[in-house]
């Protein structure tokens, strides 16, 4: 069995960390920024909260992922984050997936697809990619709809403005 197969899915304690991930997805909503949000958690103990931020940063890395990841690793003092879960609204892109890998998180939640750029289940499967020295244990699924909405919202509202 693979990594990301399901080994019980979605929980209600996965679900509420995936809703303040979606308080993130707001965030970033607000400030222009593609809507995503991201929470890494260890045990029961939020150690850090980030949406996506690459327009007001001037950084094509800062996304949300990158951005807990880095704030995470801060507190902790140490880039290995063993023992910790990732909630993100959206499935991680190829560089988001490295960092997790570098970072050692032990699972990564998310809420919806991303069919063009997805590198945990729909383009490829960095996470759970034996031939790296680190798998990481994948769930889709928590608040799927919620996570989808917000991102299809999003776009639609730039389409609406976008037009003559």
Same mark, same amino acid.
């Given at each position: 069995?693979?990594?990301?197969?399901?080994?019980?899915?979605?929980?209600?304690?996965?679900? =509420?960390?995936?809703?303040?991930?979606?308080?993130?997805?707001?965030?970033?909503?607000?400030?222009?920024?593609?809507? !995503?949000?991201? !929470?890494?958690? =260890?045990?029961?103990?939020?150690?850090?909260?980030?949406?996506? =931020?690459?327009?007001?940063?001037?950084?094509?890395?800062?996304?949300?992922?990158?951005?807990?990841?880095?704030?995470?690793?801060?507190?902790?003092?140490?880039?290995?984050?063993?023992?910790?879960?990732?909630?993100?609204?959206?499935?991680?892109?190829?560089?988001?997936?490295?960092? @997790?890998?570098?970072? =050692? @998180?032990?699972?990564?939640?998310?809420?919806?697809?991303?069919? $063009?750029?997805?590198?945990?289940?729909?383009?490829?499967? @960095?996470?759970?990619?034996?031939?790296?020295?680190?798998?990481?244990?994948?769930?889709?699924?928590?608040?799927?709809?919620?996570?989808?909405? @917000?991102?299809?919202?999003?776009?639609?509202? $730039?389409?609406?403005?976008?037009?003559?």
């Amino acid at each position: 069995m693979d990594a990301s197969e399901d080994l019980g899915g979605i929980g209600e304690t996965d679900e =509420r960390w995936m809703r303040l991930a979606l308080e993130e997805a707001a965030l970033a909503r607000e400030a222009g920024e593609v809507p !995503v949000g991201a !929470v890494l958690v =260890r045990g029961e103990a939020l150690i850090a909260r980030a949406h996506n =931020r690459p327009i007001g940063l001037n950084d094509p890395t800062a996304h949300a992922e990158i951005l807990a990841i880095r704030q995470a690793a801060a507190a902790a003092g140490n880039y290995r984050l063993t023992g910790t879960t990732l909630y993100v609204t959206v499935e991680p892109c190829p560089m988001c997936a490295g960092a @997790i890998l570098q970072a =050692r @998180i032990e699972r990564v939640v998310f809420g919806t697809r991303d069919p $063009k750029a997805g590198a945990a289940v729909s383009l490829c499967r @960095i996470l759970d990619d034996g031939r790296f020295n680190h798998v990481v244990t994948v769930r889709e699924g928590a608040l799927r709809e919620a996570c989808a909405e @917000i991102l299809s919202g999003f776009f639609r509202g $730039k389409r609406l403005t976008s037009r003559p």
